[in-house]
């Protein structure tokens, strides 16, 4: 895959600090100060795990390739952002992945959801339709709200889960224990069925 952004090849011996600092962070720090050798260590090194961990959650290659190049695209023009204070560069490289994963995710939902409208309203129906298409507008009205409603965990947790991976996958990718993704997910559940009811 190639990068929007044109930096020269990674040269080894730039990079070879030795410390006990983590790796990502000591690049992400030379990238903050406009080191364009770090930026193409940095994306050598790490896109395999960039583009490893788009895939689990996106599952299409091509825009888990998209989403990794953006990924580095806004590292090298806002390495500035990052804080080794607050955590590892890894951590940091990996949480800005799954962050655009997921929105990429969201984003994905919404389109097939607007075409899925438009090709509903676009459709010729050979009889009328009315009364039903009301109902599921409202259903569908109904299920938004109730997932408002929900907790930002739980509401994650749910969009994993109906985007097709385990609770297993759910605990690697947001990085938490797997009992606490069933508890997420048991407890969103049973609020969406409240919810939902009691419209």
């Known amino acids: 895959m190639s990068l929007a952004v044109s930096v020269p090849m990674a040269h080894a011996s730039r990079t070879t600090r030795t410390t006990t600092t983590d790796r990502a962070t000591e690049l992400l720090e030379s990238v903050a100060a406009g080191d364009q050798w770090a930026?193409?260590?940095?994306?050598?090194?790490?896109?395999?795990?960039?583009l490893g961990l788009?895939?689990?959650?996106?599952?299409?290659?091509?825009?888990?390739?998209?989403?990794?190049?953006d990924v580095f695209l806004e590292l090298w023009q806002n390495a500035?952002?990052?804080?080794s204070a607050k955590g590892g560069g890894t951590g940091y490289l990996l949480t800005l992945t799954r962050h655009r994963a997921i929105d990429r995710v969201r984003s994905e939902q919404a389109a097939r959801d607007r075409d899925e409208?438009?090709?509903?309203?676009?459709?010729?129906?050979?009889?009328?339709?009315?009364?039903?298409?009301?109902?599921?507008?409202?259903?569908h009205t109904i299920l938004e709200r109730a997932l408002t409603a929900l907790s930002p965990a739980q509401r994650e947790a749910i969009t994993l889960s109906y985007a097709g991976h385990t609770h297993t996958e759910i605990a690697a990718l947001i990085g938490i224990p797997l009992g606490t993704v069933k508890t997420r997910l048991r407890d969103g559940?049973?609020?969406l069925r409240q919810a939902v009811g009691a419209a």
Request: charged share 30%; glycine share 4%.
């Open 39 to 50: 930026f193409a260590a940095l994306y050598d090194g790490y896109s395999p795990r960039v």
């Open 54 to 69: 788009a895939m689990r959650i996106l599952i299409d290659r091509s825009i888990a390739e998209e989403v990794t190049q």
């Open 117 to 139: 409208r438009i090709g509903h309203r676009d459709a010729q129906p050979e009889f009328d339709n009315t009364l039903e298409a009301i109902e599921q507008l409202e259903r």
């Open 189 to 191: 559940m049973s609020r």
């Open 80 to 83: 500035a952002r990052f804080s």
